[in-house]
């Protein structure tokens, strides 16, 4: 199969496939959070934030609950399920393996996301965006320390990577408590990025985890709410 057929067969998607994954994204959002995804821009962020935040079509109408975990696990193997498929004749397919971790990592499957985003990486170890992303998955399994150690890992791929540096700062603040270290990451962000769309929300962070100033270095954030 050439590369172009290749690309062209896993951009393809049915109306269902289609569906399902705007369901995913409507009834709980992509699961950033305060987190930006490791090859998406601030404004796009945002913008998906926003749409994921409003309420699913016909929810208030029939009273549709959030899915839960066992729902989205089924609607993301639906939606992996062709891309999987595809995988059995190119098993070392970086850029099919992100697209299947970007689904469960949409899905809140961070474990399967990064199962998936560990293969990408062997073939394309210095993939900033993907390795962000796996990184952001080992926080949202509660491994602050390995979320840390790959944003630094990225970041010795590219030191300037604006998304590696706010999601740092962000493990850092609310994962280790360690205020220096992430307003040292901010701070790098800004200057290296004087362009970067998300400046406000970056100042924002900072205004907030000055709060915090202070606080022992390794104290749960939860525990200070």
Not at 1 to 23: C, F, G, H, P
Not at 87 to 109: F, M, R, S, W
């Amino acid at each position: 199969m050439t590369d172009t057929n290749r690309a062209t067969k896993i951009e393809q998607w049915t109306s269902v496939q289609a569906y399902v994954l705007a369901v995913i994204c409507m009834l709980v959002g992509i699961a950033g959070g305060w987190f930006i995804r490791g090859s998406q821009s601030p404004t796009a962020a945002a913008a998906t934030t926003a749409s994921a935040s409003a309420p699913a079509m016909g929810a208030a109408d029939t009273g549709s609950q959030p899915p839960t975990p066992a729902q989205l696990q089924k609607m993301a193997d639906t939606q992996a399920g062709p891309l999987i498929e595809q995988l059995k004749a190119d098993p070392t397919n970086a850029a099919l393996l992100e697209k299947i971790g970007n689904v469960y990592y949409d899905a809140q499957q961070f474990p399967t996301a990064i199962d998936y985003y560990q293969r990408a990486l062997q073939g394309e170890p210095a993939n900033t965006g993907v390795r962000t992303d796996m990184a952001t998955a080992y926080w949202y399994t509660g491994n602050a320390d390995t979320a840390i150690a790959e944003l630094q890992k990225s970041l010795s791929y590219e030191p300037n990577k604006a998304n590696t540096l706010f999601n740092l700062g962000v493990v850092e603040w609310q994962g280790k408590m360690d205020i220096d270290k992430a307003m040292a990451a901010w701070q790098k962000l800004l200057d290296t990025n004087p362009n970067y769309e998300g400046k406000d929300k970056v100042l924002e962070l900072m205004a907030q985890a000055k709060k915090h100033t202070g606080v022992k270095p390794g104290t749960q954030a939860k525990a200070l709410q």
